[in-house]
């Protein structure tokens, strides 16, 4: 799909489109181990958590919705450790990703996640804040936590409108 440089358009997210940037969590096909006594599928190991000079945390965000078009004006990645949204809510989510470029995002992609779906992003992969489209924006949020620096934000000089197809 080619865009204007300046505007995205928002895809639905599968895992195969989003195996570069990550981990798509999801349930489906039979479970890896059936458990309490019967009553719960277990679908297991389904993120690649990677985490240096550190440990993983388990952390509530409450996000504020936001509405389409948007302008993505930054983008940040995490050098030491993966970064897995996991929604509380039955809502979608919107989930903006890049490929890097010579320490910079590349041509952003705009992915719309649905209910029962969420992401873990791979160490160092680029990728738009969290965004819910819909209150309440409520996620339990696994990343490193650790000494050192884990955060790199770049800000487009030119903001790019992500829309709806």
């Given at each position: ?81 993966s970064q897995a949204f996991i929604p509380m809510s039955e809502h979608g989510f919107l989930v903006i990703v890049a490929p890097d470029a010579g320490g910079t ?61």
């Amino acid at each position: 799909m080619s865009a204007p440089e300046n505007k995205i358009a928002i895809q639905p997210i599968s895992a195969a489109g989003f195996a570069p940037f990550g981990d798509l969590l999801q349930v489906t096909g039979a479970p890896d181990k059936i458990i309490n006594q019967g009553l719960c599928g277990r679908y297991h190991d389904l993120a690649q958590m990677d985490f240096c000079d550190g440990r993983a945390g388990l952390s509530l965000f409450n996000a504020e919705p936001r509405a389409l078009p948007m302008a993505l004006t930054m983008m940040e990645r995490h050098p030491q450790g993966s970064q897995a949204f996991i929604p509380m809510s039955e809502h979608g989510f919107l989930v903006i990703v890049a490929p890097d470029a010579g320490g910079t995002p590349g041509t952003p992609l705009a992915f719309e996640t649905q209910p029962g779906q969420a992401v873990n992003f791979h160490r160092g992969t680029w990728h738009g804040v969290l965004t819910p489209l819909q209150a309440p924006g409520l996620f339990a949020v696994v990343d490193r936590i650790g000494a050192g620096a884990n955060l790199q934000e770049h800000w487009f000089e030119t903001p790019i409108v992500v829309e709806r197809s």
